[in-house]
């Protein structure tokens, strides 16, 4: 946000329950100069009233720290809000019907982007061929990329852009990397503008304070990733941090990123067949894409290292993570291990994990920065990682419960547009993970989306709702508080009054997911419900 705007008004919200470490039975809270300056007792805030700014009566409504979302692809999660989704289509017979009516109500677009299609989800199993795809534009430029975004589809129009030749199949690796340059490089700035301010606004109403925007030169071009950092700074909305993936430090450094890293690929994903595996997948004779291997990961944590930069790759295949690890193990020999530690380096992801990676996780201070809601979406004994790796290998992924219980930092993320925006959907995917072993509580999974994002930033201060902390935090609609987690024993404990324990909303499958009134940045309102 512009340093010219507002100052941030002085604020006392009472009525209500906050959830804060501070004081577990707060409900009450004082906003000044930005940061969170008292917390407490309902008693206790008629002394601040007569001194504030503004009162807001909570009227019961609960007070959070806001969401961070640690893994985003703004302008993408934006086009596919304002544009072409698919990931609804039942069908490849409905996905296609969806085309045509996109095609038919966009007659100027220069070229037709849509996301979202998932092949593995429907009767049949096959994605729309060329020739189909054809037919439901009218032979017009489309770019269809599947769910995961490491695959697509495209017609004949497009591919005729590109020096690739007529090719079939969804395409992957560089060809699906060219054909998605082209697509992008037909968005006007304009547009690119509009998605931005899209996906933005829709963060903002879901209790979203801050994204980590993951972008690259294989993802979306600079001139995108910077604008997007001068978007957020000029206009109120959620904080963006930015990370840029290539293996060039200065780059990095000139664009304005935090860190080369984010979807620094050392591999691809499950959904394409191209994830990089130590066995081959069930249902192909191979073991996917290896595209870094151990040398290249310790050449560029050293560079990053000594730079004084976060590196970070985006590793999804147990052999993937392998290289990562080994990578970092070379790196920490070289440099030494206190600074591989102390850079925070981070791993996106990072789903097909073994006791021996985890433990050096935590040995080499990787942050793992997941997104719960694949699981929600491809776990399970008949869903996609069942269907690409087998039941067994399946069960193993994304084990939170592991990853915690050795003391890796968590961050969560959606991975927008692969998942939607939508954090108590994602803190109750962790929580009902669909293996159980791998269940964390709903306290552990919150606080993974929350004080989690801020960490792997290097802040230890923000996410938390404590005196002195940054006032990034949302206003909620929801019924009665509650402590769940795995271990029933944890449960009826932390419920005690004597725990002291603040609670949480019930995140239960089916339970209606809390509705956001408010969303508040740096004590700047960025997002009210309209009608409160």
């Not at 009902?432 to 072993?437: A, D, V, Y």
């Not at 929350?450 to 201060?461: C, K, L, P, S, Y």
């Given at each position: 946000?512009?340093?010219s705007?507002p100052?941030p008004k002085?604020?006392?919200?009472?009525?209500?329950?906050?959830?804060?470490p501070?004081d577990?039975?707060?409900?009450?809270?004082v906003?000044?100069?930005?940061?969170?300056?008292?917390?407490?007792?309902?008693?206790?805030?008629?002394?601040?009233?007569?001194?504030?700014?503004?009162?807001?009566?909570?009227?019961g409504?609960l007070v959070t720290?806001?969401?961070?979302?640690?893994?985003?692809?703004?302008?993408?999660?934006?086009?596919?809000?304002?544009?072409?989704?698919?990931?609804?289509?039942?069908?490849?017979?409905?996905?296609?019907?969806?085309?045509?009516?996109?095609?038919g109500?966009?007659?100027?677009?220069r070229?037709?982007?849509?996301?979202?299609?998932?092949a593995?989800?429907w009767?049949?199993?096959r994605?729309?061929?060329?020739?189909?795809?054809?037919e439901?534009?009218?032979?017009?430029?489309?770019?269809?990329?599947?769910?995961?975004?490491?695959?697509?589809?495209?017609?004949?129009?497009l591919?005729?852009?590109?020096s690739?030749?007529?090719l079939?199949?969804?395409?992957?690796?560089?060809?699906?990397?060219?054909?998605?340059a082209?697509?992008?490089?037909a968005?006007?700035?304009?547009?690119r503008?509009?998605?931005?301010?899209t996906?933005l606004?829709r963060?903002?109403?879901?209790?979203?304070?801050?994204?980590?925007?993951?972008?690259g030169?294989?993802?979306?071009?600079?001139?995108d990733?910077?604008?997007?950092?001068?978007?957020?700074?000029?206009?109120?909305?959620?904080?963006?941090?930015?990370?840029?993936?290539?293996?060039?430090?200065?780059?990095?450094?000139?664009?304005?990123?935090?860190?080369?890293?984010?979807?620094?690929?050392?591999?691809?994903?499950?959904?394409?067949?191209?994830?990089?595996?130590?066995?081959?997948?069930?249902?192909a004779?191979?073991?996917?894409?290896?595209?870094?291997?151990?040398?290249?990961?310790?050449?560029?944590?050293?560079?990053?290292?000594?730079?004084?930069?976060?590196?970070?790759f985006h590793?999804?295949?147990d052999?993937a993570?392998?290289?990562v690890?080994?990578?970092?193990?070379?790196?920490a020999?070289?440099?030494g291990?206190?600074?591989?530690?102390?850079?925070?380096?981070r791993?996106?992801?990072?789903?097909?994990?073994?006791?021996?990676?985890?433990?050096?996780?935590?040995?080499?201070?990787?942050?793992?920065?997941?997104?719960p809601?694949?699981?929600?979406?491809?776990?399970?004994?008949?869903?996609?990682y069942?269907?690409?790796l087998?039941?067994?290998?399946?069960?193993?992924?994304?084990?939170?419960?592991?990853?915690?219980?050795?003391?890796?930092p968590?961050?969560?993320?959606?991975?927008?547009?692969?998942t939607p925006?939508?954090?108590?959907?994602?803190v109750?995917?962790a929580?009902?993970?669909?293996?159980?072993?791998?269940r964390?509580?709903?306290?552990?999974?919150?606080?993974?989306?929350?004080?989690?994002?801020?960490?792997?930033?290097?802040?230890?201060?923000?996410?938390?709702?404590?005196?002195?902390?940054?006032?990034?935090?949302a206003?909620?609609?929801?019924?009665?508080?509650?402590?769940?987690a795995?271990?029933?024993?944890v449960?009826?404990?932390s419920?005690?009054?004597?725990?002291g324990?603040?609670?949480?909303?019930?995140l239960?499958?089916?339970?209606?997911?809390?509705?956001?009134?408010?969303?508040?940045?740096?004590g700047?309102?960025v997002?009210?419900?309209?009608?409160?």
């Open positions: 946000m512009s340093e705007s100052a002085t604020v006392l919200l009472r009525r209500g329950e906050v959830h804060s501070a577990p039975f707060a409900t009450a809270m906003v000044e100069r930005g940061q969170v300056a008292w917390v407490g007792s309902e008693g206790a805030a008629d002394a601040f009233s007569d001194g504030v700014d503004e009162v807001v009566d909570l009227d409504a720290p806001a969401f961070t979302d640690a893994h985003v692809h703004t302008t993408s999660t934006g086009l596919a809000l304002t544009g072409l989704d698919l990931s609804d289509a039942p069908s490849l017979e409905a996905a296609l019907a969806l085309v045509r009516d996109f095609a109500a966009r007659p100027d677009d070229v037709l982007l849509g996301h979202g299609w998932d593995a989800r009767p049949g199993g994605p729309p061929t060329r020739a189909e795809l054809d439901a534009t009218g032979g017009r430029p489309l770019y269809l990329s599947r769910i995961d975004v490491h695959s697509a589809v495209v017609t004949t129009a591919l005729d852009l590109t690739l030749g007529r079939d199949g969804p395409l992957t690796a560089d060809a699906h990397h060219a054909v998605r082209t697509a992008l490089a968005i006007t700035p304009a547009q503008v509009e998605a931005q301010r996906a606004a963060a903002a109403s879901l209790g979203i304070g801050s994204v980590h925007e993951c972008a030169p294989e993802i979306s071009s600079e001139d990733f910077t604008g997007l950092l001068r978007l957020a700074e000029e206009e109120a909305g959620p904080r963006v941090v930015g990370y840029w993936a290539e293996q060039d430090v200065e780059k990095a450094r000139e664009l304005g990123a935090l860190g080369a890293a984010g979807d620094l690929f050392v591999d691809g994903a499950l959904g394409s067949h191209t994830a990089c595996l130590h066995r081959p997948y069930t249902d004779g191979h073991t996917g894409t290896a595209y870094l291997d151990a040398a290249a990961v310790a050449a560029h944590l050293v560079a990053c290292t000594e730079a004084g930069l976060q590196a970070g590793a999804i295949g052999a993570v392998t290289a690890v080994e990578g970092a193990r070379a790196a020999e070289k440099v291990l206190a600074r591989v530690r102390a850079a925070r380096h791993v996106e992801h990072a789903e097909m994990l073994t006791p021996e990676t985890i433990a050096a996780f935590a040995d080499l201070g990787l942050t793992a920065s997941v997104q809601a694949f699981d929600a979406l491809w776990g399970g004994e008949d869903g996609m069942a269907q690409r087998g039941v067994e290998r399946a069960r193993a992924l994304n084990p939170f419960a592991a990853l915690l219980k050795a003391g890796v968590l961050a969560f993320g959606s991975d927008s547009p692969v925006l939508d954090p108590w959907g994602t109750r995917a929580a009902f993970h669909r293996t159980p072993e791998h964390v509580s709903v306290r552990a999974a919150f606080t993974a989306h929350t004080r989690g994002g801020w960490r792997a930033i290097g802040r230890d201060d923000a996410g938390v709702l404590v005196p002195g902390a940054p006032a990034d935090y206003v909620w609609r929801t019924d009665e508080l509650v402590v769940q795995p271990d029933d024993r449960a009826r404990w419920t005690d009054p004597r725990s324990t603040p609670g949480l909303p019930d239960s499958p089916g339970a209606d997911l809390p509705v956001c009134l408010r969303t508040v940045v740096g700047r309102t997002f009210v419900r309209p009608g409160e």
